[in-house]
């Protein structure tokens, strides 16, 4: 083979490769639609898997699977199997699959890590000035529900497939070796003063702009990035650094054009752009790069000749915009920063609520004292456990015969400012390593110490064999990082847990789960967030005031506005503590096809140019603490199933609504078929009745049948007015 063979050879590859992706997104797209068609077929009061499954070309347990519902009776009532007696210490848990027979998760048969039985816990009188954490309610009965839904054991809690495998710390020297922190990479209070940026607010639908107390109108045709950088700059010769799209989305324009939204909005990242070129950064900012990102990407631009800098921003990561003028828009941005002002006299305004909190976070790290040096990172080792055994929000759909088939009502709770409860106290200093055996060792009291302090826990649990009620501990669901809750009388999973939701497990109203421990990570008792968050809560408390007593519907339109910024602030903020492994996209033209990183994934393409993306794993981020955003991930989720109020003198949560009654969770909210007198009074935590839908009403068996109710619900007049929901 000569080379002008193999060049055309290799064209006629690349030729493949389009064609290859192009029919991979058209069969994604199928594959879609017939999962669709399949649920929605599932619906029919008489559907059965048998008379679907060749119609689709599937088999029973795929369409088990897509829909739960049409799991035949021998699979979702499996008879209980026993529990291997012997345990064998291993560097790994045991794998756990799901029976070939049902889609319910597998009772453990093989042999696996020895573990310790945790005590039954009640929770002790809190100490005094120390905000009480959420807890499980005394075990009075609670009342039936008016429609009684089916046993427990004949609901399918999981997809067809074999359960992901959590990883474990190893054993011996190895796993303790993980029990230290990163040299030289710690969280300190920072030596300089953030810079501010001359930012404008445009809608790309009508071609306002707004910048300071001027607007212009543009024409935008085609809203390019081309065209949007030169008719701002043609409108303000003196230039911008941040242009905030307020609406019309020009990153979706051509999204018909395209397999998926992310390749969309790639595509418009990406396009030639005269005069200007992708960003690289400058000076300290490691902010370089265009970040795809299917609804609010940042596009980053650098002039080809000078040093005029501009990032295209959607403001839609601070808060919804739908239908609001850029001019209250940019009001609502004067009125954050005024409010964070008062709080920390050196505050701006940075691209994102998570950049914007991180940054507010650390100048409130003290000079003097114990922590002076900072906050250490842990090591790699661990903040990767954490990052694949510590979930978020709890999303679940309950269907039927979990729920009944007709429910009475639809009612949505939703917990204010959610996260604002929970970062009271987080765990600080040293990690230590709790084995099975050293748990063993303990007293009581001591047990009871530990898991209620600041820990992450290697459990095995078991359900109780008279349980009736929703699942309570997060299991590793088939899936990348899914997560599902089992409540079926007798199961038993292995999964990675929280203090608070271990103590929720131990102490509901309505029985203690069996814990058995496995591993441990526990750390000392800290306040690391405390002094931010309560300076965030002070700040959205003051907007939240403004919105409601100000006669200016425009102002408090903006001041609802910058609430909602502040709460974006915290919770995602938060969220960039847990450090995910970073995933670095990038673009080479056609013709330097052979450019592109060999381990890099192509995400996109066409006639110019190709982009790709590749993992780079974590970076040396002296802000990432994994542990603090678990802690209150898993508070949060604890919370939602039981929530004390020690001034009303009684309890709110999923677990004290009558058995059968939940119908779903969304991260802060939960949806039950009645309607609760848990108290209310504004606060980071209360739960907000958002929506009341009175039935009957036909159970919902996908989430858009669930939001598509819960929308109706919130438009009812039954609906709280007060819905500053979180």
């Not at 040093?307 to 828009?329: K, L, M, N």
């Not at 003097?368 to 978020?392: C, I």
């Not at 400012?417 to 200093?429: L, P």
């Amino acid at each position: 083979m000569d080379a002008k063979t193999f060049n055309a050879q290799l064209a006629e590859l690349r030729a493949l490769r389009d064609d290859i992706k192009k029919t991979q997104a058209t069969l994604a797209k199928l594959e879609t639609d017939r999962a669709r068609q399949i649920t929605a077929l599932a619906g029919y009061e008489k559907a059965k898997a048998e008379r679907i499954a060749p119609a689709a070309g599937l088999s029973l347990a795929d369409i088990v699977a897509i829909a739960p519902i049409l799991a035949p009776d021998q699979l979702t009532n499996p008879a209980p199997a026993a529990l291997t007696g012997a345990a064998i210490a291993s560097p790994e848990p045991a794998r756990e699959t799901a029976p070939p027979s049902g889609p319910e998760p597998a009772q453990e048969q093989a042999p696996s890590r020895a573990g310790t039985i945790a005590p039954a816990m009640t929770r002790p009188a809190p100490e005094p000035a120390v905000e009480p954490e959420s807890s499980a309610a005394p075990s009075a009965p609670l009342s039936a529900s008016l429609s009684a839904p089916a046993p427990l054991t004949a609901a399918p809690l999981a997809a067809h497939g074999a359960q992901r495998t959590l990883p474990g710390i190893p054993e011996g020297p190895e796993g303790d070796r993980w029990f230290a922190h990163t040299a030289n990479l710690a969280s300190t209070h920072p030596n300089f003063t953030q810079q501010a940026r001359s930012t404008v607010f445009l809608d790309t639908a009508t071609g306002v702009l707004v910048h300071r107390d001027q607007t212009f109108r543009l024409d935008l045709p085609t809203a390019s990035a081309a065209e949007i950088l030169n008719a701002v700059f043609h409108a303000l010769p003196d230039g911008v650094e941040r242009i905030y799209i307020t609406a019309g989305a020009p990153w979706h324009r051509q999204a018909d054009q395209h397999p998926f939204l992310k390749d969309a909005v790639g595509a418009w990242l990406n396009a030639p752009t005269p005069g200007w070129r992708t960003d690289a950064g400058r000076g300290k900012d490691r902010m370089a790069g265009h970040f795809v990102h299917p609804r609010n990407p940042v596009g980053r631009y650098q002039r080809e000749q000078g040093e005029q800098h501009v990032e295209i921003r959607s403001a839609g990561e601070w808060f919804d915009t739908e239908g609001t003028d850029p001019a209250i828009i940019r009001d609502a941005f004067v009125l954050l920063w005024k409010a964070l002002r008062r709080h920390w006299a050196d505050a701006v305004l940075m691209g994102s609520p998570s950049q914007t909190g991180r940054d507010l976070w650390t100048r409130t790290i003290p000079t003097k004292g114990q922590y002076a040096d900072g906050h250490p990172v842990l090591s790699e080792e661990l903040r990767g456990l954490f990052h694949e055994t510590a979930g978020q929000g709890r999303t679940e759909l309950i269907t039927p015969p979990r729920v009944p088939e007709q429910l009475p009502a639809l009612v949505e709770y939703d917990r204010t400012f959610a996260y604002a409860k929970h970062t009271w106290k987080a765990g600080v200093g040293t990690p230590r390593r709790v084995t099975a055996a050293s748990f063993a060792a303990w007293s009581e009291k001591e047990q009871t110490k530990a898991l209620f302090a600041c820990g992450h826990w290697h459990v095995r649990v078991t359900v109780p064999e008279t349980w009736d009620h929703i699942g309570i501990l997060p299991a590793p669901a088939p899936g990348d990082r899914a997560w599902h809750y089992p409540a079926t009388p007798g199961t038993t999973f292995t999964t990675w847990a929280g203090g608070p939701e271990i103590h929720t497990a131990l102490s509901n109203p309505h029985g203690p789960w069996k814990i058995e421990i496995l591993d441990g990570i526990l750390f000392d008792d800290g306040k690391p967030l405390d002094d931010w968050s309560k300076k965030l809560k002070e700040a959205w408390s003051s907007l939240t005031a403004q919105a409601s007593l100000n006669g200016d519907p425009a102002q408090r339109t903006a001041a609802h506005l910058a609430a909602r910024a502040v709460r974006a602030i915290l919770l995602y903020g938060i969220g960039a503590f847990a450090q995910r492994p970073r995933t670095v996209t990038g673009t080479t033209p056609r013709t330097m096809e052979r450019d592109v990183p060999a381990d890099a994934e192509i995400i996109g393409f066409d006639d110019q140019t190709i982009t790709w993306q590749r993992p780079t794993g974590f970076t040396r981020d002296p802000n990432a603490h994994p542990e603090w955003a678990a802690h209150i991930w898993s508070s949060a989720r604890a919370a939602l199933l039981s929530q004390r109020h020690r001034d009303d003198d009684t309890y709110a949560g999923a677990l004290h609504a009558p058995p059968g009654s939940v119908v779903a969770f969304r991260t802060d909210a939960v949806y039950l078929t009645q309607p609760q007198n848990w108290p209310y009074h504004g606060q980071p935590g209360d739960y907000l009745n958002k929506g009341h839908l009175t039935g009957p009403l036909t159970a919902p068996t996908t989430e858009d049948e669930l939001l598509t109710l819960r929308d109706k619900g919130r438009t009812t007049p039954q609906t709280t007015s007060n819905n500053e929901g979180s």
